[in-house]
């Protein structure tokens, strides 16, 4: 979702109207009013009021784009009205528009500290002053130089990052003045004990975004990035008309030496500028960082072309390039948003929507918005009331299924409801009204139950934004050292009040010590309370969470000279509590959940002990030289590549002398060396230890006498065992247990001892409600083989078991056995109805195919579509419906029958945005079984090129055995990535002699190192390590080509699991280099922050990939390190280290 910066003279004006609110519900138009005004009142240390302070609301974006963190859609002042006192009537429209629950509040004064938090608006708007207080002004000396140690003068500062709030960069921020000759300059704004990021700007260095890192002699300093004046290019689809906005409309573009991605908003290093694209086709020069190359705008709806997300997100640049924006023909979107209940149109409201082009949609006064959407993505779109006005009920994003008609698509009126009418009211034990009291409700949204928290007004008394009227609540409320006893339960209704009173509890203190490495104190740490956020809790057993400050940074935590830090009292500590710690100079440091409820209920303090922080890695300069290994005359043009688990992905190439210099972190690193004409080399750098010269050998000279590939048999992992070791700490759960709890510990007994697993799961499986329980578990094991699959049959149901007859018709031995299994399945299809029924058979017939039932299983297709006119009414009638399930499964399978009908149906019944993947699937069926050459297919069916999704992902595993047919696909494939998958594929599965695969191999390893857009990224599916074991059984030189490609060529990822890429890799390589693999993820174990970062959700612990690479490597290593992570670091939650456990043990079978 994209959002653009007000900066202009008018960003004020457009903010405050924006943030006025009319009271639009019957009966709380009093109510309405007293939430209209905003009061702040600041005073000093002493309670005496400061006359001269300047006060912001800066508004916050609700999910920034990547690389667009330092943007706010505007700005708010309020006004002094007396001493000390500051406020400001909200008044109701303006098109200028909020797109979060929250808004970032900034005071400043002379000679005082600057003060940021983040404001819920229903604190806001309560009516109740925000009381702040200015501590005095904290003074450090920051020096800027650039990347080569360089004094750099006339830059200047403002803060980015403060502790855990991101501040965007607004019109007034607080800046330092201009850097000296020395490139010092003073920091007198904030505290830099949790200053972690600024903005820099510069005439010679344009606008950064960049980390305060502490020397050893404690000094702060600001290294700047290295910057070029990048010009750019923009195409479109269609010409735009010459007075079009498009032409005035600024474009952020965003650059990084990191990969740019949505979970390191508060720690991503980059540069910006902006822009606008002129009509001769060119964007005038901004001042960028080589590196990965975002670009976003705001174009108004009237502008109707758009960019591709993922093309927008992956581009690459270096200082000799330009940056192309491509424009295309969108989709435009009209749609209305009314009151459910009355039909009213609702103006003003929010409508969001993912783009890297456009604005989010904002409703007229007749509630109508229209949005834009790429050709082929699919179009959703969710309305929002920030304030909960009014409510769209489940939280989910809403997917049409009309297909657009010449480029439009007209949507029915969306609904939404009124917020209950309901009051609350907070009072003290004597039932006086407590105003500003903070009130947490609980409700369930349809399927999930979500919290809202809720601020009371000078009389008590609150609303239930964001609750619908008649929903069941639970509420608790606090205020300083007082809070209600027990969770209060109320059914909402407007004639009702509930009434909340709060009373005196005991304040547990949060305290501990920090130190470093060697174990000295560490002074002015920035210590963050957490406090896990649920989401999803009837999906996740209210175990995922996302990690939320506690005190909303009302209260700032910093360490002693003792290195000590104590936190206010909490009365609300029955939660779990987590810190985050950073420091300039030292890498942000985490713990795991702690119980806060047990010092609670003992009346004594939470004391989290000694905590070690890290230094920041040391950037060193790197020289790599490049030898002929018997002449040792230096080579040039050697492809150079390193990376690691700290060291940012680098690629080089040798200059005349052989040589290339890497600026990396001082941490362990793995170099790949390629020349033409040689065996690659991959090295392990070591801290601090130097490289000496890399020497290659000939090709020609014959084999290696050390090869980089392993044979498999050395590097095999006995997973029955290191399971067996995992689980010897845990007790078996109990039936009451968590689903996640009990599945992790059976996944894990079933790998190591199934005889157990399948003694205990069937006595399980006896109690009330448990079999559908244990059906589950055992469809989700890894790892089965033909026998154990065969035991379990009896515990699961007809459509696991369907499932099952599949897979062991695929491991019989036998062709009697394999119809057995097959004829198994028929029944069970035949068994369900409609959709699931048909998909069932889809997937029978494609494995018919794969076993050479061709006419078996043509019969069954045909016989299938007969008994379910459904389909033929569908065809007859021309018009969408939303049919997913057999889309997906049963049509692409039953072209092989009617290859017409079956393209015709996908496109009414399939996703919009799947329709070209299904359809090249559904030509790939019927290329192979049908006994149609794909030109032919192609032609008939009016398809150009085929969509490298279908030609390599979906539910069906369609193999390929005739390489000249499979070449003929792959030729039309319309993307080279897609195609090299494709041909990989084709290699293994296709009846050609090794020769031939190799070449069709080789042919797909050229294509991925040289993509059409110049951009070495490949994205998650294409791991070129996986390859490389069965590479090397058709050509060993290749094999080791295919080694040095999987580090020279990047894969990125969005996922949240740390080290994604790195860990990734090294699990690929385990089977052919475990050294290597080992030199990958070694550091990522020197502390285990990682893991308790920002989520604790239970993909992060099972699916913990350094872990699994570990396990991977060496066994014992990795065992040690799960005893160490479980003993010392997690406590109490065997959920969370089963997950651990299960996660790696079933790594090792996948």
């Known amino acids: 979702m994209n959002r653009v910066p007000i900066e202009q003279a008018g960003a004020s004006w457009a903010l405050a109207m924006f943030l006025l609110w009319q009271g639009w519900l019957s009966g709380a138009d009093a109510y309405a009013v007293d939430r209209d005004l905003v009061q702040v009142r600041v005073v000093d240390r002493n309670g005496q009021p400061i006359d001269n302070a300047t006060v912001r609301i800066v508004g916050l974006m609700s999910t920034p784009d990547i690389g667009t963190w330092h943007q706010t859609p505007g700005q708010l002042t309020i006004p002094s009205v007396s001493s000390g006192q500051y406020e400001i009537a909200i008044q109701r429209r303006h098109q200028a528009f909020l797109h979060h629950d929250r808004v970032l509040l900034e005071v400043t004064a002379p000679t005082r500290e600057l003060y940021f938090r983040e404001v819920f608006q229903t604190r806001l708007r309560c009516g109740v002053p925000l009381d702040v207080t200015l501590n005095p002004q904290a003074t450090d000396t920051i020096r800027v130089v650039d990347d080569q140690g360089n004094s750099v003068a006339g830059a200047r500062l403002a803060p980015a990052v403060w502790g855990t709030t991101v501040i965007p960069k607004y019109h007034g921020i607080p800046e330092s003045a201009s850097t000296d000759a020395e490139g010092k300059t003073q920091a007198t704004w904030i505290d830099p004990a949790r200053l972690s990021m600024v903005y820099l700007w510069s005439d010679s260095l344009g606008n950064q975004r960049l980390p305060v890192t502490r020397g050893d002699d404690g000094r702060l300093s600001v290294v700047?990035?290295?910057?070029?004046?990048?010009?750019?290019?923009?195409?479109?689809?269609?010409?735009?008309?010459?007075?079009?906005?498009?032409?005035?409309?600024?474009?952020?573009?965003?650059?990084?030496?990191?990969?740019?991605?949505?979970?390191?908003?508060?720690?991503?290093?980059?540069?910006?500028?902006?822009?606008?694209?002129?009509?001769?086709?060119?964007?005038?020069?901004?001042?960028?960082?080589?590196?990965?190359?975002?670009?976003?705008?705001?174009?108004?709806?009237?502008?109707?072309?758009?960019?591709?997300?993922?093309?927008?997100?992956?581009?690459?640049?270096?200082?000799?390039?330009?940056?192309?924006?491509?424009?295309?023909?969108?989709?435009?979107?009209?749609?209305?948003?009314?009151?459910?209940?009355?039909?009213?149109?609702?103006?003003?409201?929010?409508?969001?929507?993912?783009?890297?082009?456009?604005?989010?949609?904002?409703?007229?006064?007749?509630?109508?918005?229209?949005?834009?959407?790429?050709?082929?993505?699919?179009?959703?779109?969710?309305?929002?009331?920030?304030?909960?006005?009014?409510?769209?009920?489940?939280?989910?994003?809403?997917?049409?299924?009309?297909?657009?008609?010449?480029?439009?698509?007209?949507?029915?009126?969306?609904?939404?409801?009124?917020?209950?009418?309901?009051?609350?009211?907070?009072?003290?034990?004597?039932?006086?009204?407590?105003?500003?009291?903070?009130?947490?409700?609980?409700?369930?949204?349809?399927?999930?139950?979500?919290?809202?928290?809720?601020?009371?007004?000078?009389?008590?008394?609150?609303?239930?934004?964001?609750?619908?009227?008649?929903?069941?609540?639970?509420?608790?409320?606090?205020?300083?050292?007082?809070?209600?006893?027990?969770?209060?339960?109320?059914?909402?209704?407007?004639?009702?009040?509930?009434?909340?009173?709060?009373?005196?509890?005991?304040?547990?203190?949060?305290?501990?010590?920090?130190?470093?490495?060697?174990?000295?104190?560490?002074?002015?740490v920035s210590v963050t309370t957490r406090t896990p956020q649920v989401i999803q809790q009837e999906l996740y057993n209210g175990r995922d969470t996302v990690a939320v400050e506690l005190f909303g940074g009302k209260s700032s935590i910093a360490t002693d000279q003792q290195g000590v830090f104590e936190s206010r009292p909490i009365v609300d500590w029955n939660r779990d509590i987590s810190l985050e710690l950073n420091a300039p100079g030292y890498r942000m440091a985490a713990t795991y959940w702690r119980d806060a409820s047990i010092a609670g209920n003992n009346k004594t303090d939470l004391d989290f002990g000694t905590i070690t922080m890290h230094p920041q890695w040391k950037t060193i300069d790197q020289p790599i030289q490049v030898i002929d290994a018997d002449s040792k005359h230096p080579l040039a043009g050697a492809r150079i590549a390193c990376r690691g688990a700290y060291v940012e992905h680098q690629r080089h190439h040798s200059d005349s002398d052989g040589r290339a210099t890497f600026r990396i972190a001082d941490s362990t690193a793995v170099f790949a060396v390629h020349h033409d004409g040689y065996h690659p080399a991959v090295i392990v750098r070591q801290v601090g230890r130097p490289i000496g010269p890399i020497g290659l050998h000939r090709l020609d000279a014959g084999p290696l006498s050390t090869p980089p590939i392993q044979p498999k048999s050395q590097t095999q992992v006995d997973a029955t065992t290191l399971a067996g070791r995992m689980l010897q700490r845990f007790t078996k759960p109990e039936p009451s247990d968590t689903y996640h709890r009990l599945a992790s510990y059976y996944h894990t007994l079933a790998i190591a001892d199934f005889d157990s697993a399948h003694s205990e799961l069937s006595e399980l499986a006896k109690l009330p409600n448990m079999k559908s329980t244990i059906g589950m578990m055992i469809a989700q094991m890894k790892g089965l083989d033909a026998d154990q699959k065969k035991r379990v049959l009896p515990l699961l149901d007809d459509k696991i078991v369907f499932h099952f007859s599949l897979s062991l018709a695929d491991e019989a031995t036998e062709s009697e056995e394999r119809l057995e299994w097959l004829g198994e399945a028929l029944v069970l299809a035949r068994q369900q109805a409609g959709d699931d029924g048909l998909a069932s058979i889809g997937q029978l017939a494609a494995k018919l195919f794969e076993h050479d039932e061709v006419e078996m299983a043509k019969d069954l297709l045909s016989d299938a579509y007969a008994d379910h006119p459904k389909l033929a009414e569908i065809l007859a009638s021309g018009e969408r419906q939303k049919v997913a399930g057999v889309a997906r499964v049963f049509l692409p399978v039953y072209a092989t029958v009617d290859p017409e009908k079956a393209s015709e149906l996908i496109a009414l019944t399939a996703y919009a945005d799947e329709i070209d993947r299904l359809q090249t699937l559904a030509v790939r069926f019927a290329a192979e079984y049908g006994d149609q050459s794909p030109e032919t297919l192609c032609k008939r069916l009016g398809i150009d090129r085929l969509s490298s999704r279908g030609m390599t992902a979906g539910h069906l595993n369609l193999k390929h055995r005739d390489a000249k047919r499979g070449l003929a696909l792959a030729e039309r494939c319309d993307d080279e990535l897609g195609k090299a998958d494709f041909l990989f594929e084709l290699a293994k599965t296709s009846d050609a002699d090794v020769q031939t695969k190799s070449e069709l191999a080789r042919q797909a390893l050229q294509i991925m190192e040289s993509p059409d857009e110049g951009a070495m990224i490949l994205q998650p599916r294409h791991w070129l390590a996986e390859r490389i074991e069965q590479v090397a059984l058709w050509d060993p030189d290749l094999a080791e080509e295919y080694l040095f490609a999987s580090i020279w060529i990047e894969n990125q990822s969005s996922r949240i699991t740390p080290f994604f890429p790195t860990a990734t890799l090294a699990i690929h390589l385990a089977p052919v280099n475990p050294g290597i693999a080992k030199a990958l993820v070694e550091p990522c174990f020197d502390d285990w922050s990682w893991l308790f970062g920002q989520r604790d959700q239970s993909v992060m612990f099972s699916h913990a990939l350094p872990l699994h690479a570990a396990a991977a490597i060496d066994p014992d290593w990795a065992h040690a390190l799960v005893n160490d992570l479980l003993h010392n670091h997690i406590e109490g939650n065997e959920s969370r280290k089963l997950l651990i456990v299960s996660g790696i043990a079933a790594s090792l079978i996948d």
């Open 224 to 524: 700047a990035l290295k910057t070029y004046n990048t010009a750019g290019r923009w195409t479109a689809e269609s010409e735009p008309e010459p007075d079009s906005p498009f032409f005035s409309t600024a474009i952020t573009v965003a650059s990084s030496p990191q990969k740019f991605s949505f979970s390191q908003g508060a720690t991503q290093v980059y540069t910006w500028g902006t822009t606008v694209q002129r009509p001769d086709g060119t964007l005038p020069p901004v001042q960028l960082t080589p590196g990965n190359l975002v670009y976003t705008s705001q174009m108004p709806s009237s502008v109707p072309l758009t960019t591709q997300h993922q093309r927008a997100a992956g581009a690459t640049i270096d200082e000799h390039q330009l940056y192309q924006i491509e424009w295309f023909d969108g989709i435009r979107l009209r749609g209305q948003i009314v009151d459910e209940h009355s039909g009213d149109p609702l103006p003003d409201l929010t409508v969001l929507h993912f783009s890297m082009s456009h604005s989010n949609g904002i409703t007229d006064d007749d509630g109508v918005f229209q949005i834009w959407f790429a050709r082929g993505s699919r179009i959703s779109y969710f309305p929002q009331d920030v304030l909960g006005r009014h409510i769209k009920a489940g939280g989910f994003y809403l997917y049409p299924q009309q297909l657009p008609v010449d480029g439009n698509l007209q949507l029915d009126p969306t609904p939404m409801q009124r917020m209950s009418a309901a009051i609350g009211k907070v009072v003290d034990p004597q039932g006086l009204p407590i105003a500003a009291a903070q009130v947490e409700c609980q409700f369930k949204d349809e399927r999930f139950t979500r919290t809202q928290t809720l601020y009371s007004n000078a009389k008590g008394e609150f609303r239930f934004n964001h609750v619908l009227e008649n929903a069941t609540v639970q509420l608790t409320a606090q205020h300083e050292t007082m809070m209600t006893e027990q969770p209060v339960s109320a059914l909402l209704s407007e004639t009702d009040e509930v009434l909340l009173k709060v009373v005196p509890r005991h304040g547990v203190v949060i305290r501990g010590r920090v130190v470093d490495a060697d174990g000295k104190a560490i002074e002015r």
